[in-house]
């Protein structure tokens, strides 16, 4: 054994010994093709480790950088980024968007009545917004990947509202996309360089992409979908493909210590790149389960990604989770939920 592995367990906190080593195990059964798992308290890292496979057909392993599509786990970004136009005080968040948006003030419900709805709505999935925008046909494909938000934005707006703003919640990816219009139209800046320049360069998020540069691509993990024991590959990176669409509601790559540095934003709140109070205002319970941008179970805050990832933190104990799998279907759950249970136990 070389001496800087040595090194390495002796520094590792053996209290997530049984954490990681479930994990470990589940990718060896095949549970999962392949993990990367990072635990760490109070901006210190106690353990972060990979395993298995992130690009089957090609053998390639999971390495501790490997860039990962974190799917949904990007809503969080998206609403801090707007959290920062709401520091600034170009918008509110109780301002209605069609203030901003003129396409949404002929919106209707089915039964022809107009209602407003409003940035906060937005950022609590209450808008009444359907799930996808209608211009949605799969989730990275290229035509999907084609389309301006603003084009996605005004085919949303001639959609029909679900139901009056505010008065219950249904999780809406097509919301995220008003918000980052919303952004683009106040900013005068297209989204994903707004992101850049507001959360990701300030935090020092470099190996977190939009757009995954052409050199990058030997990094980036493939995405698997199982269904009834069938693995099947839906998303292979394409250094070639022209992504315009860098969606709001799901379209970030990243690896788990670059995440680490956006959610330890929220436990330091220093105030640096989001102002204390939006930080607040941001993991304060605004109806059932939900924060601004977050779910919210307690103090524990946290979101997941369709492609099998989650990422977590509790204020009360400075603990941050983060654990990637690139692939969803009906077992990774019962990994995913255990290895959640075992760290909250070790770091009791």
């Known amino acids: 054994m070389s001496f800087a592995l040595l090194l390495v367990l002796f520094f590792q906190d053996p209290a997530l010994d049984e954490a990681f080593r479930g994990l470990r195990e589940a990718v060896e059964k095949d549970e999962v093709p392949g993990a990367m798992a990072l635990v760490a308290r109070k901006g210190k890292i106690l353990r972060s480790e990979a395993y298995g496979l992130c690009d089957l057909e090609n053998r390639r392993p999971f390495e501790k950088n490997t860039l990962c599509?974190?799917?949904?786990?990007?809503?969080?970004?998206?609403?801090?980024?707007?959290?920062?136009?709401?520091?600034?005080?170009?918008?509110?968040?109780?301002?209605?968007?069609?203030?901003y948006l003129p396409e949404f003030r002929e919106q209707k419900d089915k039964d022809g009545r107009h209602h407003p709805f409003t940035i906060r709505h937005l950022m609590?999935?209450?808008?009444?917004?359907?799930?996808?925008?209608?211009?949605?046909?799969?989730?990275?494909g290229k035509e999907w990947l084609g389309q301006k938000i603003e084009e996605v934005v005004k085919a949303t707006a001639s959609t029909t509202l679900l139901y009056v703003p505010g008065t219950k919640a249904s999780y809406s990816n097509?919301?995220?996309?008003?918000?980052?219009?919303?952004?683009?139209?106040?900013?005068?800046?297209?989204?994903?360089?707004f992101v850049q320049r507001r959360i990701l360069g300030p935090l020092g998020?470099?190996?977190?992409?939009?757009?995954?540069?052409?050199?990058?691509?030997?990094?980036v993990a493939s995405c698997y979908t199982e269904k009834k024991g069938k693995r099947t590959c839906?998303?292979?990176?394409?250094?070639?493909?022209?992504?315009?669409?860098?969606?709001?509601?799901g379209g970030l790559f990243s690896h788990p210590e670059d995440l680490l540095k956006f959610m330890q934003m929220f436990l330091d709140n220093d105030g640096q790149v989001l102002s204390k109070k939006s930080v607040e205002e941001m993991l304060k319970l605004q109806r059932a389960g939900r924060g601004l941008g977050w779910a919210l179970d307690g103090e524990v805050f946290r979101h997941g990604g369709s492609s099998g990832t989650l990422a977590?933190?509790?204020p009360k104990s400075g603990a941050v989770g983060i654990l990637f799998f690139q692939c969803n279907g009906d077992r990774f759950a019962g990994v995913q939920s255990r290895f959640v249970k075992q760290v909250a136990a070790a770091l009791k």
């Open 205 to 219: 998020m470099k190996d977190s992409f939009f757009r995954i540069p052409a050199a990058e691509a030997k990094r």
């Open 234 to 249: 839906y998303f292979r990176f394409d250094p070639d493909l022209r992504i315009v669409n860098t969606s709001p509601s």
């Open 69 to 99: 599509f974190i799917a949904s786990i990007t809503k969080p970004v998206t609403v801090a980024a707007a959290m920062t136009l709401v520091d600034e005080g170009k918008i509110g968040l109780d301002d209605p968007v069609e203030k």
């Open 124 to 140: 609590t999935h209450a808008s009444g917004l359907l799930l996808n925008p209608p211009t949605r046909k799969s989730t990275l």
């Open 312 to 314: 977590w933190a509790d």
């Open 174 to 193: 097509a919301g995220m996309y008003v918000l980052a219009r919303v952004i683009e139209t106040v900013s005068g800046m297209e989204f994903a360089e």
